[in-house]
């Protein structure tokens, strides 16, 4: 065997026969896995279906189901004699769970996090000034408990004070009333999560943290569209700061710029 399938063989391992469903799902974990970190390059060809299933240690089945569910994620692409290739990075559905698991785990690539801002800096802005405007009894209390465990967490416990953060963010999007915003925000619940403890993490002052998440509070209980507008504008612009200073502090001294 070559080197290069000792190598997969290694990192990958047999995946136990407990019905086809697991297989297939330990079987996309480790793939994923391997395409996300690398060891499966943008641009390699992976090896033939009978090596493949030697070094998963799964059936040819199984690994058809996963080269095809691989290929709807825009991963891979296969043709006739031309074999299987592994796709750039911009043809991949991040927003599938398997990959956006992957990503957190395996990847520091500051364009993913740059990405998912420029994202909340479009959506999050609308959704706070639609909040001020529509937002239920109910829902503004919502807002106000999330901001509370913020304040009840603060610097002491970061994973509290992350999870608070992501229900404050939320909660905000649900009360726009707008069910696309929901939607998103659902489908990228994990990616906002790791992205609040990476900046949490990161945070210089958690005092003036929860100043700017007051600020967005205030304009939204007082039914000012347009400052809940500014004012989570300028908590998404703290975001990007904090950001950068995280992923800088990650990043081994050589490969600082």
């Known amino acids: 065997m070559s080197t290069r399938l000792g190598s997969l063989r290694t990192q990958g391992g047999a995946a136990p026969e407990q019905g086809r469903r697991t297989v297939r799902e330990e079987l996309l974990k480790k793939l994923i896995g391997q395409i996300v970190s690398g060891a499966l390059a943008e641009g390699s060809i992976l090896p033939n279906e009978a090596e493949l299933s030697e070094v998963y240690g799964v059936s040819r089945t199984s690994l058809r189901e996963a080269m095809q569910y691989l290929s709807a994620l825009g991963m891979v692409r296969s043709r006739t004699r031309a074999g ?5 990075r911009e043809n991949w559905n991040y927003l599938d769970p398997l990959v956006l698991d992957a990503t957190l785990a395996l990847s520091n690539d500051r364009s993913f996090y740059d990405s998912l801002l420029d994202a909340r ?7 706070a000034a639609q909040a001020a405007a529509n937002a239920t009894a109910k829902q503004l209390a919502q807002i106000a408990e999330a901001f509370e465990d913020m304040v009840a967490a603060n610097a002491r416990d970061n994973e509290a004070w992350s999870q608070a953060d992501l229900e404050f963010h939320t909660a905000i999007i649900n009360a726009s009333g707008n069910w696309v915003f929901r939607q998103f925000a659902t489908a990228i619940r994990a990616a906002l999560l790791a992205s609040f ?10 005092d003036y943290a ?3 998440h007051q600020d967005v509070l205030d304009a939204i209980r007082m039914r000012r569209p347009d400052a809940a507008r500014f004012a989570m504008e300028q908590l998404i ?5 904090e950001l950068s200073d995280a992923l800088r502090a990650a990043k081994p001294k050589d490969q600082l710029d």
């Open 84 to 88: 299987t290739t592994v796709l750039p």
């Open 121 to 127: 800096q479009v959506l999050e802005p609308a959704a």
């Open 197 to 206: 403890r990476l900046t949490n993490r990161a945070s210089q002052s958690h």
């Open 210 to 212: 929860i100043a700017r």
């Open 237 to 241: 612009g703290t975001a990007r700061m």
